[in-house]
């Protein structure tokens, strides 16, 4: 009963506090938003990995190329603060020539290449950035002049040029402003894309603001409000009564099928999905023993899964890689279910009489239902999953502190299978180690391939040393693949994107400068 009172007082507080806004939004182009999430943990683009997070980034910063607005295809990458690029015949050296004239927000200045080298040198230093992994192959970075930056790598990357996109760390921050906030520069960031920080309020929304020198043109919204309403039902009763104009929906198959018959609802769907894994964590007992391990992925009926899910929002995956990832390989077959050979394994390794494994789960709506999915599976083959059910940020926590077993994660990736096998199956990844990113099952088994592939300058055998990699992971059972959880969203009739939403990086449909909202 408190519980409910709770929600509905926080309901009512949230349309208070849109109200607050409705005298504004007559004035000016004010696009109101939900993600969803409780706040936002870092405005550092280098820092900022959290799915809240990652669409203000989207809106604030740009990279040396970009993902055009509406695609996540590697194939569609082109040029955003460098106009153009050349590279070497052996695709180890990288040129690219700057734009003139990009100013950063407010009055830090024009970009130019020290912006640049700073930025990617900052990228590439793990106590600097979360994504300094992904800098491996990069060697020396280099100003020629102003507005010229030189990139030698050790070896030619599949890969490099989603490094330096609009993406992670690829972001170009303001040496300036990064210099002489230091600490603050987190809640104060700076950068060059068509919206600017403004205001951040905890826990109830985050506000920025157009970029009116932005160099490709001035935005035709003024004002984004990016509101923290972490509830379905509160976002939901937000859009309905008009105080929402784009909100992160759920993903589910029978709620789409149901919002598009809405009249004023548009229903997008799109990659890249966040690939909905099972990670074993080998380092705890007993699921250091392979034939547990094996047992699980028996007793798991991922088709059950993702018929709840629904088809359309989460198609299954058939690899440790997520599906469409280049180098992805469904050779080594998916896991057969089969609860008798599940039994029959646990009885073997001295379990026949059952066990209990534990897991921290997240409580949002895209975890919590398909764990006690998979609770139930498990029950049937005498394995009791005792979850301890939290808020998402103490499951991001405890999950890379080793306090869960069995860890759910979604992650979307640059879609190559490099970074899927570096970040979640190579032993430098391992959580809890100082180059740690999410090897939550403490993988360590195909570290030679991975790294093999990803100095491979001949594609034929770099497909080949990813689908070994895949061979050598399925094989020990680290994970257990599920559905690839496409990213949903609505939004009014009255918001016109400016583009066609396939993709989006940044997991959000992407605003810019073309985006506009018409009048009621």
Known sequence: ?????????????????????????????????????????????HRASATTDKALVGWMYNGLVRFPPGSADPKDLESDLAERWETSADRKTWTFFLRKGVKFHDNWGELTADDVVYSLKRASDAKSSTFAANFASIDTIEKVDDYTVRIALKYPDANFLGTVSNYHGGNIVSKKAAEELGAKYASQPVGTGPFKFSEHVTQQYVKLVAHKDYFRGAPKIDTIMYRMIPSDSARELAFSSGELDVMYAKREQRWVNTARKRGNMIVDIFRPGEFRTLHLNRSIPPLDDVRVRKAIAYAVNVDDIVRYVGKDVGPRGCSVVPPGYLGEDCSAGSYEYNPEKAKALLAEAGHGNGLVIKSVVSNISAQLPIMEIVQSQLAKVGIKLDMNVVDHPTYQSQSRKDASAIVFYGAARFPIADTYLTEFYHSNSIVGKPTAVANFSHCDVADAEIDAARAESDPTKQLALWKEAQRKIHEDVCSIPLFDLQQVWARNERVDLGYELKGAMNLAPPITEATTLKSR
Not at 7 to 30: D, N, P, R
């Open 1 to 45: 009963m408190k519980r409910n009172i709770l929600s509905a007082t926080s309901a009512l507080a949230m349309l208070v506090f849109s109200g607050a806004f409705a005298g504004t939004a007559a004035q000016e182009k004010v696009l109101q938003i939900s993600a969803g999430g409780t706040d936002i943990a870092t405005l550092d683009a």
